[in-house]
């Protein structure tokens, strides 16, 4: 899989040219791709220089030579047709660079490398501009596609009166938290009352922000267009703004959350389970941070 990411960087830089912008549409995009934290690392010194034609060539024969199944044949387009869908629509251009795929690998050809060249410039940003064109608000565009809560959360700062004393790289960090801890909240399919309560609580405790600010983040958090937030955007510009150890430390808050009401349920933890690996968590991190939950409260876990 590591290589099949390197080599799908390498088709983006084919013609040697990857604007700033480019590079961070195209982390967005492979960071669906199911890469250690380790390998991602690796992945992102790729995506800061050109790929020379040598190494593109060494990548695509590691990936043609690691192809030894059906299954494996299935895993490299299954990866790639991930990656175009992620924007939610396949261009006709893609849907037919997918139909060639299997045989193009199949066959070692060097014309496989071409296609993905092509479409991998079509893909690098569809997605940013498609969450731009549906959008009627043009200014603070940015933040009403990267980050949905902290767009609104200045809005009702503005209109409401209400202050917050935290740095703007906090605040920023804190509404894409708020993001990810509404999918617990809502993963019985809503937010109860009790539950933007007990949100509130750990907002108040964990950010260290006054209760007014952490009621108004917490009901940002039950708004439709919070739950109809992109996961795959929610948990890249998190991962992008946070340490290993923070994230970590964010895995024993979001059972925190599901515990505030009622306990944990079993869809809580299953959430809890796939943000674990959004955000490029171990299975031995998600273990550590469910038996962080009281021993009373554990029926189900």
């Not at 690098?124 to 498609?130: C, P």
């Not at 009352?193 to 006054?210: D, F, L, S, Y």
């Not at 290993?244 to 430390?249: D, K, V, W």
């Amino acid at each position: 899989m590591m290589d099949l990411a390197r080599l799908t960087v390498a088709a983006a830089w084919v013609d040697g040219d990857l604007a700033n912008e480019e590079i961070n549409d195209l982390k967005e995009l492979l960071f669906k791709v199911d890469l250690t934290e380790d390998e991602w690392r690796i992945l992102e010194i790729y995506m800061d220089h050109p790929v020379k034609k040598e190494e593109a060539d060494e990548l695509l024969q590691r990936v043609v030579a690691g192809i030894s199944s059906n299954e494996q044949k299935a895993l490299v387009t299954s990866t790639l047709t991930a990656l175009f869908e992620a924007d939610g629509n396949v261009t006709p251009e893609e849907a037919a660079f997918l139909a060639k795929v299997e045989r193009a690998v199949a066959g070692a050809s060097t014309s496989f490398f071409a296609l993905l060249s092509k479409v991998m410039k079509s893909a690098v940003g569809q997605r940013k501009a498609r969450a731009q064109a549906s959008s009627l608000r043009e200014a603070n565009i940015e933040d009403h596609v990267e980050n949905t809560i902290y767009y609104r959360f200045k809005r009702a700062e503005k209109e409401g009166g209400v202050t917050v004393d935290l740095p703007e790289a906090d605040l920023r960090k804190l509404c894409l938290a708020a993001g990810v801890m509404a999918r617990v909240a809502q993963a019985d399919d809503e937010i109860s009352e009790n539950e933007q309560q007990g949100m509130a609580v750990v907002i108040a405790e964990c950010w260290r922000v006054t209760p007014e600010v952490a009621a108004l983040v917490a009901s940002l958090t039950s708004e439709p267009a919070t739950r109809a937030l992109d996961f795959q955007r929610l948990a890249y510009n998190y991962f992008s703004c946070t340490t290993h150890e923070e994230r970590q430390q964010f895995l024993v808050t979001l059972f925190r959350i599901a515990n505030a009401c009622e306990g944990t349920s079993h869809d809580e933890i299953e959430e809890i389970r796939q943000i674990a690996g959004a955000l490029k968590l171990s299975h031995d991190d998600f273990i550590a941070a469910k038996l962080t939950v009281p021993r009373e409260d554990r029926v189900g876990l």
